[in-house]
T-cell receptor, first 109, second 114 residues
């Protein structure tokens, strides 16, 4: 089983739609979780950290489910500018970051 | 600067030549990472620095790859005798320390080996 698994997509959604991505992980000892976004031919940029209690940043909500070992990202009221690849990232051990291969989102006008 | 910087942004070289890629992390960040990303692929871990030491070089694909970090700041990734399969984007990231804080990425160096 891969350490981190994501549905590669693409998820094609109309503007204004709500879309959710999940990411499953295999290492139950992982401590820190993040969502990054990566635009085409650009570097990954931190979208948000993910906490056990769940956290929200504007239209974005992230959840962590330790029991089932997955994290999720919900995007409400999708904008054209949300089109990107979303990377699930978690830590393994004290310093290592494990990156998912990403879920591609296309928001359509 | 405010963010991680890398140079050059693009490098085209001939097979067999050596290249040096530079990374300047965010000031005060002790942890520094190098990754490689081939077109349409995920990030491949290469090496991790804590301060000037590199406790994990496990991701370096061959002995043609080496990296150093001096003064706990700037890092250089060197690829000797480049091969076409080395063509990729090389990304550098830094984080405050090694306790699981978020990483911040530089814009990358796009390496093309002809």
């Amino acid at each position: 089983r891969k350490e981190v698994e994501q549905d590669p997509g693409p998820f094609n959604v109309p503007e204004g739609a709500t879309v959710a991505f999940n990411c499953t992980y295999s290492n139950s000892a992982s401590q820190s979780f993040f969502w990054y976004r990566q635009d085409c031919r650009k570097e990954p940029k931190l979208l948000m950290s993910v906490y056990s209690s769940g956290n929200e940043d504007g239209r974005f909500t992230a959840q962590l489910n330790r029991a089932s070992q997955y994290i999720s990202l919900l995007i409400r009221d999708s904008k054209l500018s949300d089109s990107a690849t979303y990377l699930c990232v978690l830590t393994s051990g004290t310093y290592k970051y494990i990156f998912g291969t990403g879920t591609r989102l296309k928001v359509l006008a | 600067g405010a963010g991680v910087s890398q140079s050059p942004s693009n490098k085209v070289t001939e097979k067999g030549k050596d290249v040096e890629l530079r990374c300047d992390p965010i000031s005060g960040h002790t942890a520094l990472y190098w990754y490689r990303q081939s077109l349409g692929q995920g990030l491949e871990f290469l090496i991790y620095f804590q301060g000037n030491s590199a406790p994990d070089k496990s991701g370096l694909p061959s002995d043609r790859f080496s990296a150093e970090r001096t003064g706990g700041s700037v890092s250089t990734l060197t690829i000797q005798r480049t091969q076409q399969e080395d063509s990729a984007v090389y990304l550098c990231a830094s984080s405050l320390d090694s306790s699981g804080n978020e990483q911040f990425f530089g814009p990358g160096t796009r390496l093309t080996v002809l």
